[in-house]
């Protein structure tokens, strides 16, 4: 059975990725919520509290970042995130493990330092800043629960354009087709919700392309 330092040991090995970040110490509460709102609103992860970006293990320095954890899950959160905390003490450091479940009340949103709250999903090792496409994708649902869909002659415009390029961004696609915005976002989230596009992140941007080789409409 794998002891405490060996199970430290083996999620640093890991390194940062979609579900995990490390951190060296914990003095922003802000940037804390914003890395639990993107756990909440993706996969969930885990933050390990003590340990530097290059993975060497300093230490967690004092308890107030047990509880600036806490109050950035409980107060700076809306809605609240479930966060579990575990205490490991490997060679005569002492690493807090963050653990945070994927929310059923997406959005999840964290305050910033103007205090206005925004959303954010993890891709890879970096907290990005949730597209309108992404809220409206979490108001729908997560299944399409037997509903139709219907294509219509702006859903066909979409598709039509989205085989001749190979991903666009909403604002690409807005200009390109002439579709309201807020009909094209509408639209981009019920093809994401149906399983018939991708959203994914490139070039500092998210695009959105269909999925597979194929698609028949």
Not at 115 to 132: M, Q, S
Not at 150 to 157: A, I, L, P, S, V
Not at 186 to 213: N, P, S, T, W
Request: hydrophobic fraction near 35%; charge should be negative; charged fraction near 25%.
């Amino acid at each position: 059975m794998m002891n405490e330092a060996g199970y430290i040991h083996s999620l640093i090995a890991q390194g940062e990725h979609q579900q995990q970040d490390f951190k060296f110490e914990i003095s922003d509460i802000c940037k804390i919520a914003k890395t639990l709102s993107a756990f909440a609103n993706t996969e969930g992860g885990r933050l390990l509290i003590g340990v530097k970006d290059n993975g060497k293990i300093a230490g967690v320095r004092s308890e107030e970042e047990q509880y600036m954890i806490e109050a950035a899950a409980q107060v700076y959160c809306k809605p609240e995130v479930q966060c579990q905390m575990q205490s490991f003490t490997i060679e005569g450091r002492t690493i807090l493990i963050a653990t945070i479940e994927k929310s059923s009340q997406r959005p999840v949103c964290a305050k910033s330092e103007d205090g206005t709250y925004l959303a954010y999903v993890r891709v890879k090792d970096e907290n990005i800043l949730a597209t309108p496409v992404h809220l409206h994708l979490w108001r729908m649902g997560d299944s399409p629960r037997g509903e139709l869909l219907e294509f219509t002659e702006r859903e066909q415009t979409l598709l039509e354009l989205m085989a001749s390029n190979n991903g666009l961004s909403l604002n690409q696609y807005c200009k390109r087709t002439h579709i309201p915005r807020p009909a094209c976002l509408r639209l981009l989230a019920k093809f994401i919700r149906y399983g018939v596009i991708d959203m994914v992140f490139e070039d500092r941007q998210f695009r959105f392309r269909l999925k597979g080789e194929e698609f028949e409409y």
